[in-house]
């Protein structure tokens, strides 16, 4: 692949989709390299990921360093300026993305309050893998047209979504300790389970069970047979007679105020209230996350 960068244009500048402006691979030695975000005519955000070297970037009056498999979310104006500085003796090499649209910008927001504006990434890390691709799209033509970029936009935004909120990567192939332990508390979420007994189930020792299950899952086992325990309340509310009393009862709950607690916290209402709103929510498969 070339070490250059692609420019994107678009007949309807009134298009109200996301929109890729610009993507790219370079690097600079040059101290002159300095872009201020209040300095610059036009409306966009850019992502720009360090390959090797460092960078240097300003927010206000913070100082970041953007070194190796760190990149930084900034939008365009604003009050930032991400420089090179010789000091480093390096060149600073990076790929970048730059784009456009007004469903862009409140994603971006959300980045950038939830993770600040630097952010790790893993070469591999899916984000990474996916603008590369995007590149190598930009480079043999094969972006379709207005509509793809948008999605492949969006997809990328959401994947950097996931790496933020500790949420494991899309594609990955559960482990299967993992795969064992979710039919384990399928079958037998409605009696008392203990973490012992669920990693017994999964053939691996707790330790090791707690941090495979988080990281593949992205939850702990205890909160997804919470999880389970609640999907399967919600199935009985509104397909049984039962009480909210023997619900909480037949779906591992021993104690019915506790029940109640869990169950508003997850669903926003009480279980008698979910049941009284019968039919705005699937009856059969509710995904609760």
């Known amino acids: 692949m070339l070490r250059t960068n692609y420019g994107f244009r678009y007949t309807d500048q009134t298009n109200p989709l996301m929109a890729i402006r610009t993507i790219g691979w370079e690097s600079t030695v040059n101290e002159d390299y300095s872009w201020d975000g209040m300095a610059r005519d036009d409306k966009f955000v850019l992502f720009q990921y360090t390959l090797s070297g460092e960078g240097q970037l300003t927010v206000g009056d913070r100082h970041y360093a953007v070194p190796k498999h760190h990149g930084f979310f ?3 104006p604003d009050a930032h300026r991400y420089y090179y500085r010789s000091a480093s003796k390096t060149p600073w090499e990076y790929i970048f993305l730059t784009a456009s649209g007004a469903h862009v910008f409140p ?3 959300e980045l950038i309050a939830k993770a600040g504006p630097v952010v790790s990434f893993k070469p591999n890390a899916q984000p990474i893998a996916m603008l ?8 043999d033509k094969t972006f379709q047209d207005k509509y793809d970029i948008s999605v492949r936009l969006y997809e990328w935004i959401v994947a950097c979504l996931r790496v933020v909120d500790g949420k494991p990567e899309t594609g990955q192939p559960v482990p299967e300790p993992v795969a064992l332990a979710q039919r384990f508390m399928e079958g037998q979420y409605h009696r008392f389970l203990t ?11 707790k330790y090791h069970f707690c941090r495979l299950f988080a990281k ?24 049984s007679d039962q009480s909210v009393a023997a619900i909480s009862s037949a ?4 104690n019915g105020s506790y029940f109640g ?8 209402v009480s279980p008698q209230q979910f049941r009284d709103h019968d039919g705005e929510v699937p009856d059969h498969h509710l995904f609760i996350d």
Not at 132 to 139: D, F, K, L, P
Not at 251 to 254: E, I, M, P, V, Y
Not at 261 to 268: A, L, N, Q, S
């Open 74 to 76: 900034v939008r365009i």
């Open 107 to 109: 994603l971006w927001n």
């Open 132 to 139: 590369w691709e995007m590149m190598q799209n930009a480079g």
């Open 195 to 205: 973490l012992d007994e669920i990693a017994s189930a999964a053939g691996v020792t």
């Open 216 to 239: 593949h899952t992205g939850v702990t086992p205890v909160q997804q047979l919470t999880k389970i325990r609640i999907a399967e309340a919600c199935r009985l509310l509104r397909q």
């Open 251 to 254: 779906t591992g709950f021993d």
């Open 261 to 268: 607690k869990v169950f508003r916290r997850m669903m926003g």
